[in-house]
């Protein structure tokens, strides 16, 4: 007789992969065969998870229709189902998925319209860290500022693309409309939540630079060198001090 | 006409609390003796949670959980029972419940209330989960009967029985879901009365009330508990005997697609205080 353990990971390995071929002896029939039962647990796992990335990527799904969405979304389900009880911590990968997904290789903006709405999906959702006071930074050595990391608020996310991923984001909003030039050229957005509402704006490219840098953990000299690559009159100080008006730092640390 | 008023000394009724209507209950504040909210729909403390606060202000929060995998063979996920922890200990809720089902197997989350057979080793095993899980979490857990599509070929202990042993071993309660009652029964040829008269009574701390949607598979018909419709007669009859059964144990209206206007489940769960009423 079969374990627990080994009925949980075959009846798993049924949902993920569409086979039931192995469960047919340890369940009853009872007039409606087992392989059909085993579908419904499948269809309510399918379903109530393409329906959560159907919120959380609502542009990707009018962007292809709810038919291929389904069938993108049961693909991503099986290759990379959730790991965490959290369904809102489920589709971080998607985005990654559908650049690999051969089927519509022929929209090669829509991973990066999927990172942009997963960036509004997590600044919608995540908690407020309370903001670093400037006088924090007062006791900093100045010879130790070049090894400061910074922490972002968790709601500040970051997008380079060569898309026009903001323009496609508004014309499809429910009730619009519209046409998007896709050779219009690229974004550098950054999303917030600044007082509660999730906000996106476009960037300059050495602010960007300087602000991605910092969110993803880079020291405050490499984070200057990256503005000062874009633009060699980059302001660190005004930069800095728009970061602590905006709210937007929230821990410092010296790099060891 | 019945003053509602006048009978709400019975049972507690709530609702259960979906997103789309977390703003608009404490702008209006309606008559509801607690509201009951997936306890996974908060645990990144953000915004969501924040607006659950106001509610909490209001109304009794109770926290059902959908996530803990009771019946894991794998066992529980120590992070998850972290983070309900910290939920917990932040609402402070009047109730906390799960279900008598698995949902992960090798790591892997699969969002749907899993079935168990029920075998003296899964016992072991969700009593070990159960009595853990309680440990952590600092409460006492009611347990629910899920709903059912299947039956193992070897599950010798029938379920309300399985649920009584969970009891006895751990001191948990149960939480006792009359539209799964109702589901299952259909489903794996079982009597929905006998079921209910079969459930330890005084541990029934909670009971569940929701609608079911039909379908029809190699032409046998399947009930689908998912909560997409209101109540239906059937549910609210056998409601009427687990009132009998149970007493006046907090009742809740749940609703998960198809989300009505909140007036819609206000309405229902006006009928089931009444319905308590009438009973007492």
């Given at each position: 007789m079969l374990s627990l353990l080994e009925i949980q990971t075959a009846f798993a390995g049924a949902l993920l992969y569409d086979g039931a071929a192995d469960l047919g002896d340890w369940l009853?029939?009872?007039?409606?065969a087992a392989t059909a039962r085993i579908d419904i647990y499948r269809n309510n796992m399918q379903a109530s998870l393409s329906a959560a990335l159907g919120e959380m990527f609502p542009v990707i799904r009018r962007l292809v229709g709810d038919g291929f969405f389904a069938y993108a979304t049961h693909e991503f389900v099986s290759q990379h189902p959730p790991v965490s009880p959290c369904v809102a911590d489920y589709g971080a990968g998607f985005a990654d998925f559908l650049s690999a997904f051969?089927?519509?290789?022929?929209?090669?903006?829509l991973p990066d319209v999927a990172r942009f709405e997963r960036l509004l999906h997590d600044a919608a959702r995540c908690a407020d860290a309370p903001p670093l006071d400037a006088?924090?930074?007062?006791?900093?050595d100045a010879s130790d500022a070049g090894r400061l990391v910074f922490t972002l608020q968790p709601s500040h996310g970051y997008l380079c693309s060569p898309w026009p991923v903001t323009a496609i984001w508004r014309v499809n909003q429910d009730g619009r409309d519209g046409a998007v030039d896709l050779q219009g050229g690229g974004v550098l957005v950054e999303v917030c939540r600044p007082d509660g509402i999730v906000e996106f704006r476009e960037l300059p490219p050495a602010d960007f630079a300087f602000r991605a840098a910092l969110a993803g953990a880079a020291t405050f000299a490499d984070a200057l060198v990256a503005a000062s690559d874009r633009d060699a009159a980059f302001d660190v100080a005004a930069a800095l001090a728009e970061l602590l008006a905006d709210r937007a730092i929230t821990g410092v640390r010296l790099m060891e | 006409m019945l003053d509602t008023s006048a009978v709400h000394a019975g049972a507690l009724v709530g609702i259960g609390l979906r997103g789309p209507h977390l703003v608009e209950l404490p702008r209006r504040r309606p008559a509801l003796d607690f509201v009951e909210v997936h306890a996974e729909n908060y645990m990144d403390f953000g915004p969501a949670f924040d607006r659950l606060m106001d509610v909490r202000r209001d109304y009794p929060v109770s926290l059902h959980g959908v996530g803990l995998s009771l019946g894991s063979a794998d066992g529980l996920d120590a992070r998850h029972l972290a983070r309900f922890r910290d939920l917990i200990a932040r609402i402070d809720p009047i109730l906390v419940s799960e279900h008598l089902a698995w949902c992960i197997a090798g790591g892997v989350y699969l969002n749907d209330l899993l079935p168990l057979p029920y075998t003296e080793e899964a016992l072991d095993l969700v009593a070990r989960n159960v009595a853990r899980a309680q440990e952590a979490l600092g409460r006492r857990l009611l347990v629910e009967n899920p709903s059912r599509y299947l039956n193992f070929?070897?599950?010798?202990?029938p379920e309300a029985e399985f649920l009584g042993a969970l009891v006895v071993r751990t001191g948990c309660a149960i939480l006792c879901d009359i539209n799964n009652i109702v589901v299952s029964a259909h489903n794996v040829g079982e009597d929905a009365s006998a079921y209910l008269e079969k459930l330890p009574r005084a541990a029934v701390q909670e009971i569940h009330l929701a609608g079911h949607s039909v379908q029809s598979i190699d032409g046998r018909t399947i009930l689908i508990d998912d909560h997409g419709s209101p109540v239906s007669d059937e549910v609210w009859r056998l409601y009427a005997r687990a009132r009998q059964t149970f007493g006046a144990v907090p009742s809740l209206i749940e609703r998960d697609r198809n989300l009505p206007p909140l007036d819609e489940l206000l309405a229902e769960a006006d009928r089931a205080r009444v319905d308590h009423a009438l009973a007492a």
């Open positions: 009853r029939d009872d007039g409606i051969a089927p519509c290789c022929e929209l090669p903006y006088s924090a930074l007062a006791g900093i | 070929a070897h599950s010798p202990i």
